[in-house]
């Protein structure tokens, strides 16, 4: 029996020309194409593909919290690929812990995602090797850093030191956790305390080089 998919992206060109690549290929079926994220879940409650190809440019809903929302839903196990353009290191670390099965990108030779295609059906996984290998390395320097953090702040001092890393304000960091300025000030002078750091552009330094933010 030949795969069966459906595809989606914002880009009604490229659908097409989608469309008939893969209704060139005997053994495999494109069920529909949607060019919003609406019409993927429309289509996921009508068929169960084998895979989704999806890209991040839809109009409606970003790609990956598509993904996030048929999971929830449980609306399909079809095996998801990504089809973009190109990948930042945060897009590629939501898509790793997505356990997104496949990644190409859309300046791949068609042979490739044909090949892509036929792996993630029969349970593989297919990945862009570069983009991936970075912020693989990347995930787990932050994730090594947060469990060291673990060990010295509270989940508190280390959200407050994340968002005062961003650049927020002491008001606006109170505004977001629903606190009061002079709580997140205590907060501030704890972690400036137990890391042994005295400003905010020293905490920033700090949390980038454990790759907080």
Not at 61 to 80: H, K, M, V
Not at 133 to 144: S, T
Not at 182 to 206: E, F
Request: net charge neutral; glycine share 8%; hydrophobic share 45%.
């Amino acid at each position: 029996m030949p795969t069966t998919l459906i595809a989606a992206d914002g880009h009604p060109i490229f659908l097409l020309g989608l469309k008939h690549l893969l209704d060139s290929q005997s053994d495999l079926r494109l069920l529909t194409c949607c060019s919003r994220a609406a019409k993927v879940l429309d289509a996921l409650g009508e068929h169960q593909p084998d895979v989704l190809l999806f890209a991040l440019n839809l109009p409606d809903r970003d790609g990956l919290q598509l993904i996030r929302d048929i999971r929830a839903a449980g609306l399909s196990t079809a095996r998801p690929i990504l089809l973009t353009e190109r990948l930042d290191d945060e897009q590629t670390i939501e898509a790793l812990r997505l356990d997104i099965q496949g990644v190409v990108l859309k300046s791949m030779p068609i042979h490739l995602l044909i090949q892509c295609i036929h792996k993630v059906a029969s349970g593989g996984q297919w990945l862009e090797k570069d983009s991936i290998g970075h912020a693989f390395e990347k995930m787990l320097h932050r994730e090594a850093g947060a469990r060291r953090l673990a060990t010295i702040l509270t989940d508190r001092e280390t959200e407050v030191m994340g968002l005062v890393a961003r650049g927020l304000s002491n008001r606006q960091i109170a505004e977001k956790l629903i606190l009061s300025e002079g709580t997140v000030k205590i907060h501030i002078h704890n972690i400036y305390s137990k890391l042994g750091i005295n400003n905010r552009v020293d905490l920033t330094l700090y949390a980038q080089k454990k790759g907080i933010i």
